[in-house]
């Protein structure tokens, strides 16, 4: 059969746009600049990785459900510095958790700003900075972790760090138990452009941790933001890590979240999705060690026409795995959820526990989702479920609570909450449950 040739050229014409914005992305996230060697032989490798690849499309099976044509027609520019108006100070300052007020990193539009920063009375053997900081001992031991986790290669992870200049970094040594929470938080300020913020995370053998991971902006224009964590936890570690974003309703946020898991490490994640225009999470959980434990809780809040994508892959490699997903939308007026999670359990990866649960609350009659749970499984001796809800609210319940005095608005906020609740309980500082306003 014959393909009309006005079929071909439209094709070939999107093809040749998304060709020169992923061109246009890489030029702007190499103008940043380092002076450590090794790092520019980093961003080398990783710009040739993004050059071998193409700008996603919905024609691509991993993005099928998630368009990024709006983003096309952003023209971005180059970032700004990282200095924040006297004015914008005060602003700021209602984003600081008092749980994490001795150990706080703040980056503007990706750029440490050591004047916002709080570090003080650490313990010994933490590591808390930003990369280009360090003694050139700590900058060679982390040349061994920096962009060494499985999917480095996919492109937006590749393009980030392409342009990678600094980083936040957060060290802790083995058998040390860290009390006191610490507090990442990434400020948007420039628009429009391309914000790229990272951070490494290691926990060393019998060591625990609890990370903050925040996203947040001081500015309603355009921008861009595509960020990476990633976090190596070694045997018997534990890590809690919290990640909220809340950007504002024109912004454009693409996320990667890297996790390699040691033998009998405990990681622990629980994922506040708030703002952006279309925001995009990817979870890669990768088990390197058997009897490793993961809980990854998710709450993604949309209206208007926002687009919030979560994907996640668990690869459980090793026997004895167990590993807990639940993931929650709320989807009002035109928002369009998606959930992408897949578990991979291979033959080698005998008697592991694995459960995964998406649900998913329509708050309008126009609101859309599509969710994707997936189970591979190979090995034969293992427990594994999987399955997705979608719903609305029950006018019995609203009806019920009217019954009691409550007037249907607030019954139905009431019932929202309670719908969240499992999520936002989860996350371990008071200070931040409650700035998680639904």
Not at 246 to 251: I, P
Request: hydrophobic share 40%; proline share 3%; aromatic share 6%.
């Amino acid at each position: 059969m014959s393909i009309p040739s006005t079929s071909v050229s439209v094709t070939s014409s999107a093809a040749q746009t998304r060709a020169a914005y992923l061109s246009h992305l890489l030029a702007l996230a190499q103008r940043s600049e380092t002076t450590l060697p090794w790092l520019r032989e980093l961003r080398d490798h990783a710009a040739v990785r993004v050059q071998e690849q193409t700008f996603p499309s919905t024609r691509d099976e991993e993005w099928r459900f998630t368009d990024l044509s709006d983003l096309l027609a952003v023209e971005l520019a180059e970032v700004g510095g990282a200095e924040v108006q006297a004015a914008k100070l005060a602003e700021l300052a209602k984003f600081y958790l008092p749980e994490a007020d001795q150990s706080r990193l703040v980056f503007v539009n990706g750029i440490y700003a050591p004047q916002l920063s709080s570090l003080h009375h650490l313990p010994e053997g933490l590591t808390i900075g930003n990369l280009v900081n360090l003694p050139e001992a700590a900058q060679q031991h982390l040349q061994t972790y920096l962009a060494k986790q499985t999917g480095a290669e996919e492109v937006f992870t590749a393009l980030n760090t392409s342009g990678l200049s600094d980083a936040a970094v957060v060290q802790v040594r083995k058998n040390l138990v860290v009390e006191t929470p610490i507090h990442l938080l990434f400020v948007s300020t420039s628009s429009p452009a391309l914000i790229q913020p990272r951070a490494l995370v290691i926990a060393e053998p019998n060591s625990a941790l609890t990370i903050i991971e925040d996203h947040v902006t001081l500015n309603e224009g355009v921008y861009f933001t595509n960020s990476v964590t990633e976090i190596w936890l070694g045997d018997n570690a534990q890590a809690n890590h919290t990640r909220v974003q809340r950007d504002n309703l024109a912004a454009f946020h693409i996320g990667k979240t890297a996790v390699s898991q040691a033998r009998t490490s405990r990681y622990t994640c629980t994922v506040v999705n708030l703002g952006a225009k279309l925001a995009r999470h990817h979870l890669g959980i990768h088990q390197t060690g058997e009897q490793t434990e993961t809980t990854l809780n998710g709450l993604t809040v949309l209206h208007g026409e926002q687009v919030g994508d979560t994907h996640s892959t668990i690869a459980l490699t090793k026997p004895y795995g167990t590993t807990r997903q639940i993931q929650k939308n709320i989807v009002d007026d035109r928002a369009h959820a998606v959930f992408n999670g897949k578990v991979f359990v291979p033959k080698e990866a005998q008697l592991t526990d694995a459960g995964q649960l998406n649900r998913n609350l329509l708050l309008s009659s126009k609101a859309r989702v599509d969710t994707k749970p997936q189970l591979e499984i190979v090995a034969d001796n293992v427990k594994c479920t999987h399955g997705a809800t979608v719903g609305q609210l029950e006018t019995d319940e609203v009806f019920y609570l009217q019954s009691r005095g409550i007037d249907a608005d607030s019954a139905r906020k009431l019932l929202v909450h309670a719908f969240a609740y499992e999520v936002i309980e989860s996350i371990p500082l008071a200070s931040l449950r409650q700035h998680i306003q639904l």
